[in-house]
């Protein structure tokens, strides 16, 4: 293999990479503003010149193929002053912004002033103007002034949205970026811009102002819009999820997440869930107790036989959470009538991340044991089955069927008796005797099997009323590790609900099923030692992104 | 145990402490006369210097509005976590402000830091010392307690641009 030497380090590079790949897989950074791992190489921001022996003048790592023998200095003394050169150029004309500015924090221009720039500029007169609050598409806002002109954003939309919408206008010190005539920047990716945006140029409208991102804390999870999962980070402040960022996956999501994920897939945790069990009182649902909600469901599955029962599963709960529930259908009760919806849009795919599939965990729902037994009716059997009368008490998890379609909502309400596990009141709950609430999939800890069945977990990020962040091992942020029981912000914004498994296994043990978990990993160590598929696995071996596992041909997975 | 020998003494005078007695009466009697350094607190207030460090207030410019930005910088190096922003947008040129702006007066310990780090001298130490509450909650100051006219503070601006 070809050699260069990068620092005094002689490293091993494959032919057709440049300086700043073979740097940048061997831990060497090489600072860098328009490059970006995913995007075509532009070499316009000049950041990443690096002293190369036996060239004339500086080279740009990004667009510089390695050669062999080459012999490359990122931190000499020519390199570092063309570097703070480079620095005090692209700050001419750049505001003073920080404090005001969404992307202080967590910016490349902040971070690389701090680390490469003297801190002198030897520019006195007035800063160009210019527009400061321009909507760009629906959820993207662009501040002219803060733009360093990197091209990130147009290369984004031309290469991978494969949308073109933006390009530069203007020369020299007024160019700026702009969207076509006629056009806006509302590709279903567009939010990608603010992440890769450098600077506070590009920023989320939804996002717009809500939180500091130092104030916030993170937590590595995957997103619930469809069927891929993409890996991303939820962000958290008092106890208030206020955004998801994507998080790298090569196998899932490269760096990328949709609009629709990341927009609507957490705002239901924070508004308007169901808090403590309910039940159904003189007609009236009220709120009541976990022990009596039990009793009361408990005395109802009793009280029939297991044909006139059927138990529907949840392609929005964990691996574990459908796991007790086929355990408790299938094991105890001997219930044979148990599946769940399918959430399919046939058509919505894009061949880049969004699925046909609109629910996270199909597969896994099925892997879990959520399938219907021998001779038990399947989803459409169980709800023909409600119409005919035939099925008299259904158990539903975490799944909104009612909102399926106007008929289902009218078969639910044919049933005697309907328990139902909800994050939020939603047109199922309102048909419910029992309403369990349960913890959302920023509230446990979990796992999921996406489409291409990769196993990925699912990590507690906001305290529901009975945890305890450190206790959980949950990430914190600084007001979360210094507050106490007198600041509003520590035990403010929770909500009373528990992991669907949790409340499911208490309703079995009073009525045969023997299982005594305390934590989510326990009854993911149960799942290991029967189900095939999970076979040698653990929380820790499946990490942070994910591990592929076998699924055999009986789990169908649809894109 | 050997007995401990004391280093001296006391007379037979200094044992009735009459000269000691008289000798202090004698300073009372003489401060009588000195001027006065103290105050008759609450009928006569003590108004402090620019450099005192009383309770924080948010600068209140002639137009009504605050001069705060919400960045949230003061709330950061708090190091006593006394300080809530939350910002949000206006169609002013600053583009953000705090809708809420809440000081815990129970965590706040006159430090300074807050005026310190601020961008827009937006929070300053005023001269009130007078902090009086009941109960917990309403030792957290909001923005109507916590923004006051610039024209109050403008000597503590003033020093803070000669000294700091
Ligand atoms: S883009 Fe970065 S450097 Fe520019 S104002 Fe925003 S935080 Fe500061
Ligand atoms: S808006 Fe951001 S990503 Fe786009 S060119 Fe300007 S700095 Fe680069
Ligand atoms: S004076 Fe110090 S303790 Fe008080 S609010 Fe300001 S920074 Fe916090
Ligand atoms: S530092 Fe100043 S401008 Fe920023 S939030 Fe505090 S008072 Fe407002």
């Not at chain 1, 490293?11 to 740097?23: D, P």
């Not at chain 1, 309910?278 to 022990?291: C, E, L, P, S, W």
């Not at chain 1, 005395?299 to 355990?327: H, R, T, V």
């Not at chain 2, 300074?112 to 780090?117: D, M, N």
Request: with cysteine; glycine share 6%.
């Amino acid at each position: 293999m070809p050699k260069i030497t990068i620092n005094g380090q002689e490293l091993e590079f494959k032919a057709g990479q440049t300086v700043i790949e073979v740097a940048r897989q061997n831990g060497i950074s090489v600072p860098h503003f328009c490059w970006h791992p995913a995007l075509s190489v532009s070499g316009n921001c000049r950041m990443c010149l690096v002293e190369i022996e036996k060239m004339p003048k500086l080279a740009i790592a990004c667009s510089t193929l390695a050669s062999d023998g080459m012999v490359v200095h990122v931190d000499s003394e020519k390199a570092v002053s063309a570097r703070n050169a480079v620095m005090e150029f692209l700050l001419i004309n750049h505001p003073l912004d920080c404090p005001v500015c969404d992307q202080a924090g967590e910016c490349k221009l902040q971070d690389y002033a701090y680390r490469y720039s003297s801190g002198e500029s030897r520019f006195e007169e007035e800063k160009q103007h210019n527009k400061k609050r321009v909507e760009l598409g629906p959820f993207v806002m662009f501040d002219a002034e803060r733009c360093i002109s990197c091209s990130r954003c147009i290369r984004f939309c031309d290469e991978i949205a494969g949308d073109k919408e933006l390009t530069f206008t203007k020369r020299g010190d007024r160019v700026t970026i702009s969207t076509y005539p006629g056009e806006e920047l509302d590709n279903p990716y567009s939010l990608n811009t603010t992440d890769i945006c450098p600077v506070g140029a590009l920023t989320s409208r939804d996002f717009r102002f809500k939180a500091r991102v130092w104030d916030m804390s993170k937590t590595n999870s995957i997103c619930t819009g469809c069927a891929r999962g993409c890996n991303d980070e939820i962000w958290v402040k008092n106890n208030i999820v206020l955004r998801l960022t994507p998080r790298f996956n090569k196998e899932v999501n490269s760096y990328w997440m949709c609009d629709e994920g990341r927009l609507n897939t957490f705002k239901f945790i924070n508004n308007q869930r169901v808090d403590g069990p309910h039940i159904r009182r003189n007609g009236q649902i009220v709120k009541t107790g976990y022990d009596e909600a039990v009793a009361f469901t408990v005395s109802q599955l009793k009280a029939y036989n297991p044909g006139e029962i059927a138990f529907l599963g949840s392609a929005f709960a964990s691996c574990e959470d459908n796991y007790m529930l086929a355990k408790l259908a299938k094991g105890t009760l001997h219930v044979k009538n148990i599946d769940f919806a399918r959430h399919l849009i046939p058509g919505s795919a894009d061949g880049i991340l969004i699925c046909d599939d609109k629910a996270p965990n199909s597969l896994g729902a099925e892997l879990s044991g959520v399938k219907p037994a021998p001779e038990g009716l399947n989803f459409e059997g169980i709800l023909e089955g409600i119409n005919s009368g035939k099925i008299k008490v259904l158990y539903c998890l975490e799944d909104d069927i009612a909102a399926m379609s106007p008929e289902y909502e009218n078969t639910l309400s044919k049933l005697d008796f309907l328990v139902v596990h909800a994050t939020n009141h939603n047109a199922t709950t309102v048909l419910a005797d029992v309403i369990f609430p349960a913890a959302a999939f920023a509230e446990k800890n979990g796992t999921m099997v996406n489409f291409q069945g990769r196993l990925q977990r699912l990590k507690p990020a906001v305290a529901t009323i009975d945890m305890d962040r450190s206790l959980e091992g949950m990430e914190m942020s600084r007001l979360d590790k210094f507050g106490t029981d007198f600041d509003k912000w520590a035990k403010k914004n929770r909500v009373d609900a528990r992991a669907s498994w949790k409340m499911l296994q208490t309703v079995g043990s009073l009525m045969g099923l023997k299982m005594k978990h305390q934590i989510s990993e326990e009854v993911f160590a149960d799942m290991a030692s029967c189900i095939e598929a999970f076979h040698g696995l653990d929380y820790d071996v499946i990490g942070e992104s994910g591990i592929k596992i076998k699924v055999n041909n009986t789990a169908k997975a649809t894109k | 145990m050997p007995e401990k020998k004391r280093e001296k003494d006391l007379t037979i005078a200094e044992k009735l402490y009459i000269p000691e007695i008289v000798k202090g009466l004698g300073l009372t009697l003489k401060s009588m006369f000195r001027p006065k350094f103290t105050m008759e607190y609450p009928e006569v207030k003590f108004i402090p210097p620019a450099s005192y460090r009383g309770r924080p207030v948010l600068v209140q410019e002639e137009s009504g509005t605050e001069r705060c930005v919400a960045c949230g910088l003061c709330s950061r190096v708090c190091p006593s976590l006394a300080i809530e922003v939350q910002a949000s947008e206006t169609s002013l040129e600053k583009e953000r402000y705090p809708v809420k702006f809440e000081i815990n007066m129970l965590r706040c310990i006159f430090c300074g830091f807050c005026e310190e780090v601020c961008p827009e001298e937006a929070i300053v130490m005023s001269k009130d010392y007078e902090l009086v509450f009941r109960d917990r909650s309403e030792a957290i100051y909001g923005k109507d307690k916590l923004m006051v006219p610039i024209r109050q503070v403008e000597d503590r601006i003033e020093f803070l641009r000669n000294f700091k």
